[in-house]
C-alpha cells in the first residue's frame, strides 16, 4: 500500500471517530437536558411542595 493511500485510510478513520464521538455526545446533551426539563415541570406540580 503506497502512503497516501494509508494516510487517507488513517484520515478517514480519524474524521469517523470524531463524527461518532461528537453525534454520541450531542445525543446524551439532548436527554440530559430533556429529562432536567421534565423533573422541573415534575416538582413544579407537586402538591408537596405548597
Do not use: G, H, R, W
Request: proline share 2%.
Amino acid at each position: 500500500m503506497n502512503p497516501k493511500t494509508k494516510s487517507f485510510l488513517y484520515f478517514t478513520c480519524l474524521v469517523l471517530a470524531v463524527v461518532t464521538y461528537y453525534y454520541t455526545f450531542s445525543i446524551d446533551t439532548v436527554q440530559n437536558t430533556e429529562l432536567a426539563e421534565n423533573m422541573i415541570a415534575y416538582a413544579a406540580t407537586q402538591e408537596a411542595f405548597n
